[in-house]
């Protein structure tokens, strides 16, 4: 590890070796502002590039780590402690994170959604942890196969997020199990996608069926286990989804999970009266049903035979096809097989003494996905239009303009 110091002149340029202390988190940026440094002075004076590369390759002192971090400072301490504050703030991050609660075998934790999917490997995965987990499924099958892969400790129910009666008697049932200590977690998985495309490609009946499980049967469920979640100081954990940052798609999903970081926000705050946090998870692409690309592009074919003919004329005979075939090869590239990334950060938001209040899961996510959502709303546009193909009548419409 280097830090490059410009000094007077081009090429007249001191190295010192530096290998270890805090310092050495933000070293490749200094050296990178400071090789900008002496481009500026070299292109000012009419150097050449050649002889400055071999000047500062010739010119590496070797002299020891004394008076490194003073130097550092005095060439731009603003640098230096920016990113001094940066490694201070991810050390204490890094340490607030890594403190548990104990006793893991006498807290219950009930999941939605674990017919397969995040809910499945997170149901596995607290259950080899030593939770007491109630595991509610869509289906008999599912509930069987998860059984089956578990310890005798995991309970499954059928539960169905759109019933309120079927909520209820799932409520009871928890709270014969807890006896009386509470649940500690509730993990709010159940889901799902379809329909999606083109807004004017839907009825109103193609929102309410996903809005009544992502985030009416979310609110629903919450609302009936807070009594229990308060006895235990508990924890809720809400899964959103990126694109409740960001609306790449048309259809209920995008405006449902908008909604459900809306209801953990107002939750988190009611509830931390009461010692209850929630947690919102914000995944990226994962190869789920969710986004079984077999799934979605047969519902966008339903949707497509029964467009009025003036809507198909007004996307031309060929939008149906590019459209699946760019999402097809979208989902291929950018899903991961590894679900594990989303319930390590579930099981965080359960076990750490000091949950964090979101949670990005999946590289997607943290390096492109959320950083997008924060710019203007025009790059975003731009780059969905970018995605997705043109219309007929719009490619028209711009040609005769």
């Known amino acids: 590890m280097w830090i490059l110091n410009p000094r007077d002149g081009c090429g007249n340029i001191a190295v010192r070796g530096f290998n270890r202390g805090l310092l050495s988190c933000f070293v490749p940026i200094s050296l990178g502002f400071d090789c900008f440094l002496c481009f500026l002075k070299c292109k000012q004076k009419m150097c050449d590039p050649q002889k400055v590369i071999t000047g500062f390759f010739s010119q590496v002192s070797t002299e020891g780590e004394s008076g490194c971090l003073v130097e550092v400072i005095l060439s731009h301490p603003t640098l230096s402690l920016i990113f001094l504050l940066i490694a201070v703030a991810a050390i204490r991050r890094y340490i607030r994170d890594s403190y548990k609660v104990d006793g893991f075998r006498d807290k219950h934790v009930f999941i939605t959604g674990c017919d397969s999917g995040f809910g499945n490997l997170l149901a596995k995965q607290l259950d080899g942890k030593g939770f007491q987990v109630i595991a509610a499924c869509l289906t008999e099958k599912g509930a069987a196969d998860l059984t089956a892969a578990t310890s005798p400790r995991l309970k499954t129910l059928l539960l169905n997020v759109t019933d309120s009666e079927s909520i209820r008697k799932a409520v009871e049932f ?37 809005l ?22 508990g924890r809720v954990v809400n899964v959103a989804s990126i694109l409740g940052r960001l609306n790449l ?85 950018l ?39 924060y710019l203007p709303s025009f790059v975003a546009d731009f780059v969905v239009k970018t995605l997705l193909p043109c219309p007929e009548e719009a490619k028209n419409n711009r040609k005769a303009s």
């Open 174 to 210: 928890v709270s014969t199990e807890v006896r009386g200590r509470g649940l500690w977690g509730l993990v709010n998985n159940a889901g799902r996608s379809i329909p999606i495309g083109p807004t004017d490609w839907m009825e109103m009946e193609d929102f309410t069926k996903v």
């Open 335 to 373: 899903c991961s097989a590894d679900l594990s990334k989303v319930t390590r950060c579930m099981e965080h938001a359960l076990t750490a003494r000091f949950p964090r209040t979101r949670y990005g899961a999946g590289w997607d996510a943290k390096l492109f996905w959320i950083p997008l959502s």
């Open 249 to 333: 798609v048309g259809g209920g999903y995008c405006p449902s999970k908008w909604g459900v970081e809306a209801f953990s926000d107002s939750l988190r705050k009611d509830m931390s009266h009461f010692g209850v946090k929630v947690s919102i998870i914000e995944p990226g692409f994962f190869k789920t049903a969710v986004t079984s690309v077999d799934l979605i592009n047969a519902d966008m074919r339903r949707l497509w035979t029964r467009l009025p003919q003036h809507v198909k004329n007004a996307y031309g005979n060929t939008y149906l096809k590019d459209y699946t075939k760019v999402q097809d090869f979208s989902m291929r590239m």
């Open 212 to 233: 009544d499980v992502n985030l009416i049967g979310l609110i629903d469920v919450t609302l009936q286990f807070i009594p229990l979640l308060k006895k235990a100081r």
